[in-house]
């Protein structure tokens, strides 16, 4: 099975996930659960899995927000709130947005199916260096078919997630680096990538000028014909690196999965609970 599979798996399912950052049902749990702003719910929300961890845990496995965005909302979250009520309100919200985007299919056959497929594919994950996959996996499972999509979900974007960061940090590119690099495919506004991850301008160029001296970044601010093969490379790496679980399902599977949540998907993203391209990094299209 060719590793391109990974991409596609991860294209498919991303939404699944990553609308617990956008829906506003998201936003009120978490105030309801004592955070304060959106950072702070989406920082605590994502690392709650591992314990009430420092900052510095927050900024090494998240990798490419800046320190200080971190910095302003953790350890304070845990002050204000635990890691057991913040996981419990992302799961309500999570389970609440899906029956709002879903309605009658949330519960489904169909959506059970490819529920049952997306966790029979989390077995192929090995926890091994994979530090914000471990912690989820650590949790238990949900009973609702519509929250077992989203927690498998979770599980393979964190998976893959921990497998980018170990591509990135052997082709020694930092955090900032690696948002200039994607803006420099023009697919993503560098204004959108700089801002939601806390980089300053000055602290943006100067990433853009290690990249130009390193001859990936031409003049113009788009990627040269060596930046485009380490991009490559790089992506590749990481689907690479993602393929466990894919290969544990199957083509068949895989097929399968991909197909069944193809129009669950298309509703959440019409629905405006996973805006794309945004600011978790996911473009339009698997290409």
């Given at each position: 099975m060719l590793a391109s599979?990974?991409?596609?798996?991860?294209?498919?399912?991303?939404?699944?996930?990553?609308?617990?950052?956008?829906?506003?049902?998201?936003?009120a749990a978490f105030d309801d659960a004592g955070l304060k702003g959106g950072w702070m719910g989406y920082f605590?929300?994502?690392?709650?899995?591992?314990g009430p961890v420092p900052a510095e845990v927050v900024v090494a496995t998240f990798y490419n927000f800046h320190p200080r965005l971190v910095h302003r909302a953790i350890p304070d979250a845990w002050t204000l709130s635990s890691p057991?009520?913040?996981?419990?309100?992302?799961?309500?919200?999570?389970?609440?947005?899906?029956?709002?985007?879903?309605?009658?299919?949330?519960?489904?056959?169909?959506?059970a199916e490819a529920a049952r497929l997306a966790r029979r594919a989390t077995e192929g994950c090995d926890p091994i260096g994979r530090p914000l996959y471990a912690g989820h996996a650590s949790l238990p499972w949900p009973d609702e078919p519509h929250l077992v999509l989203w927690h498998a979900a979770t599980l393979l974007r964190e998976f893959r997630g921990d497998g980018h960061v170990a591509a990135l940090l052997g082709a020694g590119v930092d955090g900032c680096?690696?948002?200039v690099l994607v803006a420099a495919t023009g697919k993503i506004?560098?204004?959108?990538?700089?801002?939601?991850?806390?980089?300053?301008?000055?602290?943006?160029?100067?990433?853009?000028?290690?990249?130009?001296?390193?001859?990936?970044?031409?003049?113009?601010?788009t990627?040269?014909?060596?930046?485009?093969?380490?991009?490559?490379?790089?992506?590749?790496?990481?689907?690479?690196?993602?393929?466990?679980p894919w290969r544990h399902l199957g083509p068949d599977g895989c097929e399968r999965l991909a197909a069944l949540v193809a129009a669950p998907r298309a509703r959440i993203v019409e629905g405006g609970s996973f805006p794309a391209p945004n600011p978790v990094g996911l473009p339009p299209d698997p290409a």
């Open positions: 599979m990974a991409r596609r798996m991860w294209w498919a399912l991303e939404p699944f996930h990553a609308m617990v950052y956008f829906a506003p049902e998201a936003r605590a929300s994502r690392s709650a899995p591992m057991e009520r913040v996981l419990a309100a992302r799961s309500a919200a999570a389970s609440a947005t899906l029956e709002r985007l879903l309605g009658p299919a949330a519960g489904s056959a169909e959506l680096e690696a948002h506004p560098a204004e959108l990538l700089r801002g939601a991850r806390g980089w300053s301008e000055a602290e943006w160029s100067a990433a853009v000028e290690r990249l130009r001296a390193r001859g990936w970044v031409a003049g113009d601010g990627l040269t014909e060596q930046g485009r093969a380490t991009r490559a490379d790089i992506e590749a790496r990481t689907d690479e690196l993602a393929m466990a």
